[in-house]
């Protein structure tokens, strides 16, 4: 997956599913924005132009993309993995008193 990305907000929502999905990823820093920082060969961060026709122009990206992600990496991203944090969000939120002019 090539996310080339250097503007916008929120999360990469590409990114999460191209890891989840155990597909290689070559990308800028800001394409990973609010992701879990996994340091893995197959999951590229290059930032500049210069960088990304180098990387792409050699065989080290042609045998990254030969392989799935390992599932270790791509657990990071299943529902399971992420009912605890969600659930502990959730929680929080339900706690919270509302304004008297929302209530």
């Given at each position: 997956?090539?996310?080339?990305?250097?503007?916008?907000?929120?999360?990469?929502?590409?990114?999460?599913?191209?890891?989840?999905?155990?597909?290689?990823?070559?990308?800028?820093?800001?394409?990973?924005?609010?992701?879990?920082?996994?340091?893995?060969?197959?999951?590229?961060?290059?930032?500049?132009?210069?960088?990304?026709v180098s990387f792409l122009s050699s065989t080290e990206s042609r045998k990254l993309c030969q392989e799935r992600l390992p599932l270790s990496v791509s657990r990071h991203f299943e529902l399971e993995a992420n009912v605890p944090r969600c659930a502990h969000f959730l929680s929080r939120l339900l706690q919270m008193k509302l304004p008297d002019s929302v209530a």
């Amino acid at each position: 997956m090539v996310i080339p990305v250097r503007h916008g907000s929120g999360i990469s929502v590409k990114a999460a599913e191209s890891i989840y999905h155990g597909m290689p990823i070559l990308s800028t820093s800001f394409g990973l924005r609010g992701l879990p920082a996994i340091e893995h060969p197959q999951i590229v961060r290059r930032d500049t132009a210069k960088k990304w026709v180098s990387f792409l122009s050699s065989t080290e990206s042609r045998k990254l993309c030969q392989e799935r992600l390992p599932l270790s990496v791509s657990r990071h991203f299943e529902l399971e993995a992420n009912v605890p944090r969600c659930a502990h969000f959730l929680s929080r939120l339900l706690q919270m008193k509302l304004p008297d002019s929302v209530a």
